[in-house]
Every structure is written in structure tokens, then in C-alpha cells.
């Protein structure tokens, strides 16, 4: 989408003004209201041995107006984006160093956000949270986070950080307009408003923030529009040894299905490039669709996901700091899909899965034709819940400090889908809310993990982490095919590394580490695809014609990496500069088979060996 005109209007207001002074200094009070930014989680510039990059808040603040989280990142070094509707607004995806999200851990606020199941990150489910963001830090490589998702890619965490030691209200609108068709009709296709209100510091120890905005976009391509409700309310409370802070965040959204690309050769043209297909078919040697069905207006989503969070940092002693962290997560909504492409008989005029499947389960029988099936669409539940807990001590010592900590996190989901619409049903035994599929998912998460930097000279730090890692899916209660499984997973993963400091300016560093991470969910059983033909992904044998899965042999393998990392630094007061190269080998890698899935999601398999080497290159005056 082309912006024309951007306007901004930008209010702020003091409100009430309290007598009295904050008993701590401008120092301490960068500590009590950011707790979280000066964790183990957070690299530091010449003294953790890992490659990094970081935006603060005046860069956020500079740079941020509508865009979601991966196209604002996109500006670092190795990290690229993708947008579903075209405009960075609604579904976007993140890479880094060519990883997809799924194999990178992020966090919020050092609470993991890959969806437990698929790994994936919905940044839809965070509208507007950059507006109250207050640095985040993109670790590269294997191992860089200690807790959460196992890193492949690498990690990152957005904190949060809208307080503000003084009063204040500020209002905001901005809209984007766009040029429509060879008539160059001009429309204002993107709006924002929001609202904030800061407390300032209460009786010298509360403060108190709140926020309300809306996005809403027509998104480039066509019936891509994106209705984007944000809020976030934060408490925070100063105690003479320890800060709490209370966090609840989210914003219902609706948006127009958009998840199946373009032809290449689309991009050439500019009307082209808008469509928005729900399948096609090419003809490679002409350059040239052959046949291609555009999505149907009626192809929508209404989700919503709350965050709740209850931070709390309590200094013991000087030298021992415990901080824990309670969150909740709630996740609830539908998507409608079109359900044409359900096939009825299959090329040799046999029925396929889909028939045999809606035949016996969902009362259609063979009264509409042999090749004929009614148009559908089909809607598809999701309802998630997780809990989790993450405890963490930083102990300081001579020489060097001590993380040691631990992850729990229980994950529970309800699958279900049904026929919303169909062009024609079955005259008798129909039942218009019953399920073509339903299950529920399961996921138990925990993690251990210590970390340790050590100076062994003024000028040299060692890192040394490990991570031991227990993970166990489960799917119980499937209909139809009554399928019940739990797989379980152990891994260590173990880093080490060293930084040496040269002089003022100069800095090198080393880091080795080993990881493993668990395939996904659909790698192992695509149970909500089973009323057309999916099965579970395991060993199997068919004594008497009855199909028997070994649970305990899936196909899907973990992947396994051990990465190298060699980086140099250089800064002055007015110059940053560093250059670094990875070496990442790995087994059983899960890679793109370079077919997707019907919702337009790479299908991935296990590499037997692959290997990835790059050099970065990062700079800044």
C-alpha cells in the first residue's frame, strides 16, 4: 500500500501533580521500573559472548506508527519478514538467518510466546503492543535463550516498559491512503487512534498506565482487511527491596482470510499482485494461470487472546536477586474457510477420503452426483489456555554472576470444525452443529537451566550455559478415529563461550552450542486434517486389515544443531561497528519440503545432514 499522507497528532497534558521526592535515584529508578531489562536473558555489548542487536525505547518511539513486530525488526542484520495481506499489518512472519519463527524463541516480557503446538508466533494476537514497548534485543544462533522454545534461529525478547515518572494523556490518529485501480481512485485505506494515560509516581510508590487503540487496515491485496482492537493496562509498585509490577494486554480482531501467495510472475503487474486466490494452478512454460478460484468474501476470522502477567523482583541481599514470574494466557476464536476444493471422487471415479469421511459422519451420501459436491464453507474452533510459571535467581560472586532457574508451563487446546455453509444439504439426518472433526490437544513443559559468567580477567568473560529441557504432547478425546497419544522429549542443550575485550574500542568473542528441539505438532499428526485423509505419523502395521500405530515411534524427528560463533566489535563515541560469522551444523533438520499445507503453511520434513554458514555485518553512527 502507498502512503500519500501520514498525519500525526500527538497530545500530552500534565494531570495531577503530588508533592514530595521518589527515595531513590535516577539510577535505582531505571532498575525498579525495567526490572526485566537487566536480566540473564539480555546480552550485554563487550561481555556476553553472543551475537545480538538491540532497539531501544527513542528507536522504537522513532520508528514505529502501524506495523507489526516483524517488519520493524526487519531492519537487522539477517532478519527478513513476509506479509499475508501485503501491507505489514495482520499476519506477518519473521525469519532470521533464513529460520522461520517457529524455530525462533520469542518472548514477552521473558514469557514465551511460540504457540506450544505449531511453534509459530501470531503477532496478530499483540495489536498496537510496540506503542508500549520499551526496548527489544534479537539474539542470533543456536541456544540464546535459557528458557522457553529451544533457539534454532536465534531468540527474541520485546519488553514492555510505558511508565512514566510523570503525568501524562496523549492522543493519537494517523491514516495511510491509497491509490485503487486504473481510475487512481484515492481512499483513506489505513487508520489508526489511540489513546494512553500515564499516572506518574503516587505517593511515591504506585504508578499506573493504560492504553486503548485501534488499527484498521483494507490491506493490499483484495478482501484482506484487518480490524485490529489493542488495550494494555499495567500497575506497578515500588517496595523498599522489591518492585511488582501487573500486566493485562491483548485486543479482539477480525481479518480477512489472505494465507495463499501469488505467482512469481504476478509481481510484474500491479493488478495481479492484489488477488487473492484460494488455489490456483500454473502453467510454468507460459508463465500463465490455467485455472484459479478467488477467495470468498465470507472466508473470515474473529480471534481474541488476553495476556495477564504478575512480575515481581526482590533484592534479598546485594548480592542475591529473585525474580518470579506468574502469566496466563487465553486464546478463543473461529476462522471461516472455503471448502471447495473437498474432493468427491478422485480420477479414477474411486471415493476419496473426504467422501467416505462426510458419507458416514456428516450425513452426506451420494444423492448430489458422481462428480459434483456441494460448495462448502467450513469453520474451524481453536481455544487455547496456558499457565505458567517462571522462578529465577541471580546470584552475584567473586569474579563472576549465577542465573539459576526453571520454566513450568502446562498448555491445553480444544480443536472442533463444522460445515458454516453449504450450497446444498442433505434432506434427512443432518445436524447442522456437528463436528467434521474435534480433539484436544495437551502440553506439558518444563525446563531447567543455569547460567554463569565469570571474569577471568578485567578484560576476558566466560559464558557457560545449559538448558536441560522435558516437553510431552498428547492428543486425547479424538472423534471418529479415536486416536489417543503422548509423545515425550528430553534434551540438554549446553553453550559455552568467551568474550575478550582488547582495548576501549576493540572487542572479539567465541560462542559454541549444541541444541535439540521437538518437531511440531502437525509434524507428528495433523488431526484436524483427518476428515480428509491425514493419519498419524508413526510406525504402523496391518495384521488382519486393522491398522496398529507404534505411538512410540514417530517418523518426525527432533532436530539437532551445534553451532559455531566468531564475532569482532569496534566503537568510539560517534562509531559502532562489528562483523561476525556462524557455522550451524545439523541432523535431522527440519526443512520445507516445498509443498504447503491447505492453509498455505510450508509442509516440513527431516534432512538427514544440512548445514548453514553465514558472515553479518552491522554498523551504526
Known amino acids: 500500500m502507498k502512503l500519500a499522507k501520514l498525519f500525526i497528532v500527538v497530545l500530552a497534558f500534565p494531570m495531577i501533580v503530588f508533592a514530595g521526592e521518589i527515595s531513590f535515584s535516577e539510577k535505582d529508578t531505571v532498575f525498579h521500573m525495567s526490572p526485566v531489562i537487566i536480566t540473564a536473558t539480555q546480552a550485554t555489548e563487550r561481555v556476553t559472548p553472543v551475537t545480538f542487536s538491540d532497539l531501544n525505547r527513542t528507536q522504537l518511539q522513532q520508528r514505529y506508527s502501524t506495523q507489526d513486530v516483524p517488519v520493524l ?8 519478514y513476509y506479509s499475508e495481506n501485503g501491507n505489514g499489518i495482520g499476519y506477518n512472519y519473521i525469519n532470521v538467518r533464513g529460520f522461520d519463527q517457529r524455530r525462533i524463541s520469542i518472548m514477552v516480557n521473558g514469557v514465551p510466546q511460540n504457540d506450544p503446538e505449531d511453534h509459530n508466533v501470531y503477532w496478530i494476537d499483540f495489536p498496537d503492543l510496540m506503542a508500549s514497548a520499551g526496548n527489544i534485543q534479537v539474539q542470533r544462533g543456536a541456544g540464546s535463550a535459557f528458557y522457553g522454545p529451544p533457539a534454532i534461529g536465534g531468540s527474541v525478547n520485546l519488553v514492555t516498559n510505558p511508565f512514566m515518572p510523570k503525568p501524562s494523556l496523549t492522543l493519537e490518529a494517523m491514516g495511510g491512503f491509497q491509490e485503487y485501480g486504473e481510475t487512481k481512485t484515492t481512499k483513506l485505506a489505513t487508520r489508526k487512534y489511540g489513546v494512553s494515560i500515564n499516572s506518574g509516581i503516587i505517593d511515591q510508590r504506585y504508578m499506573f498506565y493504560s492504553r486503548l487503540s485501534k488499527i484498521m487496515t483494507d490491506g493490499y491485496r483484495k478482501n484482506a482487511g484487518v480490524d485490529l482492537n489493542s488495550y494494555f493496562v499495567g500497575a506497578l509498585r515500588f517496595d523498599e527491596n522489591m518492585t511488582t509490577r501487573l500486566h493485562f494486554y491483548g485486543g479482539p480482531f477480525s481479518d480477512g482470510l489472505v494465507y495463499k501467495g501469488v505467482p512469481k510472475f504476478f509481481s510484474k503487474d500491479p493488478k495481479l499482485r492484489r488477488t487473492n486466490y484460494n488455489y490456483f494452478e500454473l502453467n510454468p512454460a507460459e508463465d500463465s494461470v490455467t485455472y484459479a478460484t478467488l477467495r470468498k468474501p465470507q472466508e473470515v476470522e474473529s480471534f481474541s487472546q488476553p495476556h495477564a502477567e504478575l512480575l515481581h523482583d526482590w533484592e534479598i541481599s546485594k548480592s542475591i536477586f529473585v525474580h518470579n514470574t506468574i502469566f496466563f494466557v487465553q486464546g478463543e476464536g473461529y476462522f471461516d474457510y472455503d471448502g471447495d476444493w473437498v474432493s468427491y471422487y478422485d480420477s479414477n471415479n474411486k471415493p476419496t477420503a473426504s467422501n467416505l469421511w462426510f458419507r458416514k459422519y456428516a450425513g452426506y451420501d451420494s444423492t448430489f452426483g458422481i462428480s459434483a459436491f456441494p460448495s462448502l464453507l467450513l469453520r474451524g474452533f481453536v481455544g487455547n489456555r496456558q499457565w505458567g510459571w517462571l522462578p529465577r535467581a541471580d546470584i552475584s560472586h567473586v569474579n563472576g554472576e549465577l542465573t539459576l532457574g526453571a520454566e513450568v508451563r502446562i498448555h491445553r487446546s480444544t480443536h472442533w470444525g463444522k460445515i458454516r455453509y453449504a450450497s446444498q444439504f442433505p434432506s434427512t439426518n443432518y445436524d447442522p452443529d456437528f463436528h467434521i472433526y474435534e ?7 518444563l525446563s531447567l537451566y543455569g547460567h554463569e559468567l565469570f571474569r577471568l580477567h578485567d578484560n576476558v568473560t566466560v559464558m557457560a550455559d545449559l538448558q536441560v529441557v522435558y516437553t510431552q504432547y498428547s492428543i486425547l478425546n479424538e472423534k ?37 528441539r521437538e518437531p511440531t505438532l502437525r509434524n507428528i499428526y495433523a488431526a484436524e486434517d483427518a476428515y480428509f485423509g491425514a493419519t498419524p505419523q508413526f510406525k504402523a502395521d496391518t495384521l488382519g486389515g486393522i491398522v ?70 552491522d554498523g551504526s553512527s
Open 73 to 80: 525488526l526487519s531492519e537487522l542484520p539477517s532478519v527478513t
Open 439 to 445: 480433539y484436544n490437544g495437551q502440553k506439558d513443559m
Open 480 to 516: 471418529f478415529l479415536t486416536n489417543t497419544l503422548s509423545i515425550p522429549y528430553l534434551f540438554a542443550n549446553p553453550r559455552f563461550g568467551l568474550n575478550y575485550n582488547v582495548d576501549e574500542r576493540w572487542n572479539g568473542y567465541v560462542s559454541l552450542a549444541y541444541t535439540s
Open 548 to 617: 496398529r500405530y507404534d505411538f512410540k515411534s514417530p517418523f518426525a524427528k527432533p532436530e539437532k544443531l551445534f553451532d559455531v560463533e566468531m564475532g569482532m566489535g569496534y566503537r568510539t563515541e560517534n562509531l559502532r561497528f562489528s562483523v561476525n560469522m556462524f557455522w550451524m551444523e545439523f541432523t535431522d533438520e527440519l526443512v520445507k519440503s516445498g509443498t504447503v499445507d491447505i492453509f498455505g503453511q510450508p509442509v516440513t520434513g527431516n534432512a538427514e545432514r544440512s548445514r548453514h554458514i553465514g558472515i553479518e555485518v
